[in-house]
């Protein structure tokens, strides 16, 4: 077989948890981007917590930003169809046990 070519390694680009460096040395703000893409790496790593916690600011801010976070939130929430199931087999289980058991 033959050998697959290697990458070559890259530098480590800077996450969006780290604040970046401002010219004057001093930490900048981070922007709206930065933000946003901070509320999308913790809904990725499933950290929704967080992503309800990072969200808040820009949804209260509104715009496309605030329309993607509370997009974000959204999918963090319980689902009605698992409630439902959940639901149905606790109801389930009861009738068996009142019926077969007491």
């Given at each position: 077989?033959?050998?697959?070519?290697?990458?070559?390694?890259?530098?480590?680009?800077?996450?969006?948890?780290?604040?970046?460096?401002?010219?004057?040395?001093?930490?900048?703000?981070?922007?709206?981007?930065?933000?946003?893409?901070q509320?999308?790496?913790?809904?990725?790593?499933?950290?929704?917590a967080?992503?309800?916690?990072?969200?808040?600011?820009?949804?209260?801010?509104?715009?496309?930003?605030?329309?993607?976070?509370?997009?974000?939130?959204?999918?963090?929430?319980?689902?009605?169809?698992?409630?439902?199931?959940?639901?149905?087999?606790?109801?389930?289980?009861?009738?068996?046990?009142?019926?077969?058991?007491?």
């Amino acid at each position: 077989m033959a050998a697959e070519p290697e990458e070559e390694p890259t530098e480590a680009e800077p996450t969006a948890a780290e604040p970046r460096e401002a010219t004057d040395g001093k930490a900048a703000e981070p922007s709206s981007d930065d933000r946003l893409a901070q509320v999308q790496g913790a809904f990725e790593r499933g950290d929704y917590a967080q992503v309800r916690d990072l969200a808040a600011p820009l949804v209260a801010e509104g715009g496309p930003l605030g329309e993607s976070a509370a997009d974000l939130v959204q999918r963090t929430k319980v689902d009605p169809a698992q409630v439902g199931v959940l639901v149905g087999c606790l109801l389930f289980f009861l009738y068996i046990v009142w019926k077969y058991v007491l």
